[in-house]
């Protein structure tokens, strides 16, 4: 047959020309196999992301090129020559000529003979490391070790973290209950080339005076009744770890003076001992009071106080960054989903609004509670108002919640929208935005629950 002075065959050598000639040009890559798994074509970006080249690729079984994550159980060129429909954009990896793991997605297309027989088929892989570069970086900006935030006050802590971490210099952390102290400290520890010794905390507020004494320190034999052997403390335990004192305004002025030595001359006595040992271990400090008004006060030794104030951080309260609730409680979902062995999928909308609105004087430790006893209401789906409500409302309305929840969930709502109305001035823009929701949604909410704004 011929068409406009060319011949049949000279048509479909023409087409696979163009074909080939498309195929290099794109920048996934693509190669295809016949029905034994044998490659039969490899394009110039298959052999850029595999490191591969052609000519070694032609020939070869498919695994033995890609040493894909999905070459065994997962394959997705077999799924589609098995079920006949293709494969698009299936996440994986495969393992390139140096070694490297490279994550990709895949896709997928059966090949017919003219008799309707299968013949092989193509796949077509695209390199998403720069994705996934991004990711990481994104990801980097709100999380170092366990701490994650969205908050500028909490990314300027971040910011000297690492700095924090390489210096020798004892750390005061200031905060309140709950604002996760020991979780910087660690992080601290973590960061730092003190990494592979321990990690000891004390709650100094814990423990009576007596008892603290012999567990920072430790003691000899016979230094007291019932002493029979030696007790290491925990700055022995330590060794060239890092010591955590927390709740360290509690601490009596007797222990104070311990503490000073040790931070001044790095070494302690242990009890019933004659002998000084040294520690090599970093101090942590940290604490929910005023310290300097103790100083005033006389409750805190001058001198110990300058002794532990010199690297500080003041770690904000959860109201001060309440853009973190969201992702706080996703995390605390994620993690209590391991925990629990459950299945939740996150929290709803007006569940956060509700926890937005509230002011956390317990900060991050009573979310993870919440979230923890929601748990407990939630068998499946997501956490919604009525797994959370109960926490934020009176006595009373606890009772009626047990027969009326539909009511209760509204007079807990139009409660929430009146406080926060209060607080922005009755401007709902930003009302909307500290309760975390769009301001139609907001405008719906205040004509349903009759909520009546002031004339201004």
Not at 68 to 84: P, W
Request: overall charge positive; charged content about 30%.
């Amino acid at each position: 047959m011929k068409a406009k002075g060319k011949t049949s065959s000279e048509l479909t050598g023409g087409r696979k020309e163009a074909t080939q000639s498309i195929l290099e040009s794109i920048s996934d890559g693509v190669f295809t196999v016949n029905e034994n798994w044998i490659i039969t074509s490899f394009n110039r970006a298959a052999e850029n992301i595999t490191g591969v080249s052609r000519t070694d690729a032609i020939g070869k079984s498919c695994s033995d090129v890609f040493r894909s994550s999905m070459c065994e159980s997962e394959c997705a060129l077999k799924k589609t020559l098995k079920s006949g429909k293709p494969v698009i954009g299936k996440s994986g990896y495969i393992i390139n000529s140096k070694g490297d793991k490279v994550p990709i997605s895949v896709s997928t297309a059966m090949f017919k003979n003219e008799k309707g027989e299968v013949i092989g088929g193509a796949e077509t892989f695209r390199d998403l490391s720069e994705i996934e570069n991004l990711r990481r970086e994104v990801e980097g900006r709100f999380k170092i070790g366990d701490i994650i935030s969205h908050s500028p006050l909490m990314h300027r802590i971040f910011d000297v973290l690492p700095a924090i971490a390489s210096s020798p210099s004892t750390v005061l952390l200031l905060g309140e209950t709950g604002t996760g102290k020991e979780l910087v400290a660690r992080t601290i520890h973590s960061l730092s080339f003190r990494k592979n010794h321990p990690f000891i905390a004390v709650n100094c507020a814990a423990l009576p005076d007596s008892l603290l004494e012999s567990e920072l320190f430790g003691y000899k034999a016979g230094a007291f009744t019932g002493a029979r052997k030696d007790k290491p403390g925990r700055f022995a335990i330590a060794k060239s770890g890092t010591i955590f004192l927390d709740e360290i305004g509690d601490i009596s002025p007797a222990l104070q003076v311990r503490l000073l030595r040790v931070l001044q001359d790095r070494t302690f006595e242990p009890l019933g001992s004659t002998r000084p040992e040294k520690t090599d271990a970093r101090v942590i400090v940290a604490t929910n009071k005023d310290l300097s008004a103790m100083t005033k006060q006389g409750a805190f030794r001058e001198d110990l106080y300058y002794r532990v104030n010199v690297v500080r951080l003041e770690l904000p309260p959860l109201r001060r960054r309440k853009e973190d609730i969201p992702l706080l409680a996703e995390e605390f979902i994620k993690r209590f989903n391991l925990i629990q062995n459950k299945r939740i999928e996150g929290i709803s909308s007006e569940a956060i609004s509700l926890l937005m609105a509230h002011d956390w004087p317990g900060n991050v430790r009573e979310l993870e509670n919440i979230i923890e006893r929601a748990f407990i209401t939630c068998t499946k789906g997501q956490i919604d108002i009525e797994h959370i409500q109960s926490e934020f409302m009176p006595e009373q309305e606890k009772a009626s919640c047990i027969t009326d929840m539909r009511t209760t969930r509204n007079i807990l709502e139009a409660e929430t929208i009146r406080k926060v109305l209060e607080k922005t001035s009755y401007n709902r823009l930003k009302t909307a935005r500290e309760l975390g929701i769009h301001k139609s949604t907001l405008f719906r909410k205040i004509k349903k629950l009759n909520i009546i704004i002031p004339e201004r």
